[in-house]
T-cell receptor, first 108, second 117 residues
């Protein structure tokens, strides 16, 4: 399975943008890049996904490198409610395999 | 539709007892997944169903674990002769079958937290 590499933790100040990086150098041409986040005591929550082009939705933006070997999840204005573990996952046909993710701390 | 529901939210059991968890997926989702998550780790894949067929099982799913989805709707995960190492959050997720690989995301439930004492 293609794997992803993320920093263990990141900090951000409230109201500032956050860029969460993910490396996936062994990505295959058909793997979608998915991002989920997990708040304490809850199941993971879908954030965004993409294949080749950058994607925007109401929660975040996803910037995908031209060679697709890395991507960045962008939270435009971090709030305290964005404090969570963020997972970058390559989704192939049948299932998703999670890594340890990045724990984002948002400081007021 | 209220999303993916899991029952119970919490379960405390004595070692050696059997436990069963239930998952009700989003009604139009034909895929259902079970994951296990221990403290500080990401979710680990256990098994998944396409409708009523169980298509893949992880090596983590020992003989004491069994999952069913009898009518392609709700699913149950049973653990027999529980051990302390089974203490974890058990997560269920559902999705549509991707027409193209990986096209659809998952919707997760809030999980069942199992504590084996």
């Amino acid at each position: 399975d293609a794997k992803t590499t993320q920093p263990n933790s990141m900090e951000s100040n409230e109201e500032e943008p956050v860029h969460l990086p993910c490396n996936h150098s062994t990505i295959s041409g058909t793997d979608y890049i998915h991002w989920y986040r997990q708040l304490p005591s809850q199941g993971p929550e879908y954030v965004i996904h993409g294949l080749t082009s950058n994607v925007n939705n109401r929660m975040a933006s996803l910037a995908i490198a031209e060679d697709r070997k890395s991507s960045t999840l962008i939270l435009h204005r971090a709030t305290l409610r964005d404090a969570a573990v963020y997972y970058c996952i390559l989704r192939a046909l049948n299932d998703m395999r999670f890594g340890a993710g990045t724990r984002l701390t948002v400081k007021p | 539709d209220t999303g993916v529901s899991q029952d119970p939210r919490h379960k405390i059991t004595k070692r050696g007892q059997n436990v069963t968890f239930r998952c009700d997926p989003i009604s139009e989702h034909n895929r259902l997944y079970w994951y296990r998550q221990t403290l500080g780790q990401g979710p680990e894949f256990l098994t998944y169903f396409q409708n009523e067929a169980q298509l893949e099982k992880s090596r983590l799913l020992s003989d004491r674990f069994s999952a069913e989805r009898p009518k392609g709707s709700f699913s149950t995960l049973e653990i027999q002769r529980t051990e302390q190492g089974d203490s974890a959050m058990y997560l269920c997720a559902s999705s549509l079958t991707p027409v193209r690989q990986g096209r659809y995301g998952y919707t997760f439930g809030s999980g069942t937290r199992l504590t084996v004492v």
